[in-house]
């Protein structure tokens, strides 16, 4: 089946301190994948995406990889803020009911960024 | 602001009430979905409405009963809820454009079941 793993939180990093949140990711065909966000009290919103083997999204100062080989899409940044304190979610696409997209989410990692 | 609002914010409710959750886009989407956050576990998606037509998931428990009177809006309605219900009840839309395509979510309904 279609599935998103990633790493458990919460994450707790110091301010300029280097990220990475693991995910990997079962899917049959090829999906896209994605990295969302969530901040306090908010709904999801798009950080980053790829479409495709070893393309590279970007957003913020965040990256993420699509590496087909160990189907992984690792979410990095090299200097985590304050404000970048928010719970992280993989998700991929895939076909679902005829021409429908699935968005099939991770469990989200917690960021927690301390001053 | 994402174009996708979600009424009520929070909702408490007993479980012989019925009540209703609305969402609505004004981005033009023609998918719009249900989704249901509960705490460490992966958004799980509820219901999909492709063109106004509902793809079906039949996972979800009949309490729930999804309404998409037209591509901008969409509704959930609930009756006769469980605790275990309680929940972040989120909705998002997308346009139908292909596996890359980005959803847009609202910001939810925390429902809390007494």
């Known amino acids: 089946g279609n599935s998103v793993t990633q790493m458990e939180g919460p994450v707790t990093l110091s301010e300029e301190a280097f990220l990475t949140i693991n995910c990997t990711y079962t899917?049959?065909?090829?999906?896209?994948l994605f990295w969302y966000v969530q901040y306090p009290g908010e709904g999801l919103q798009l950080l980053l995406k790829?479409?495709?083997?070893?393309d590279k999204g970007s957003n913020k100062g965040f990256e993420a990889t699509y590496r087909k080989e160990t189907t992984s899409f690792h979410l990095e940044k090299g200097s985590v803020q304050v404000s970048d304190s928010a719970v992280y979610f993989c998700?991929?696409?895939?076909?679902?009911?005829?021409?429908?997209?699935?968005?099939?989410f991770g469990t989200g990692t917690l960021l927690a960024v301390q001053p | 602001e994402t174009g996708v609002t979600q009424t009520p914010r929070h909702l408490v409710m007993g479980m012989t009430n019925k009540k209703s959750l609305k969402c609505e886009q004004h981005?033009?989407?023609?998918?719009m979905y249900w989704y249901k956050q509960s705490a460490k576990k992966p958004l799980e998606l509820m219901f999909v409405?492709?063109?106004?037509?509902?793809?079906e998931n039949n996972s979800v428990p009949s309490r729930f009963s999804p309404e998409c009177p037209n591509s901008s809006h969409l509704f959930l309605h609930l009756h006769t809820l469980q605790p275990e219900d309680s929940a972040l009840y989120l909705c998002?839309?997308?346009?139908?454009?292909?596996?890359?395509?980005?959803?847009?979510f609202g910001q939810g309904t925390r429902l809390t079941v007494v």
């Open positions: 998002a839309s997308s346009r139908e454009a292909g596996l890359n395509t980005e959803a847009f």
């Open positions: 899917a049959t065909g090829y999906p896209s």
């Open positions: 790829a479409t495709k083997a070893d």
């Open positions: 998700a991929l696409t895939v076909r679902w009911g005829g021409a429908t997209n699935k968005l099939i």
């Open positions: 981005l033009g989407h023609n998918a």
């Open positions: 409405y492709s063109l106004e037509e509902r793809v």
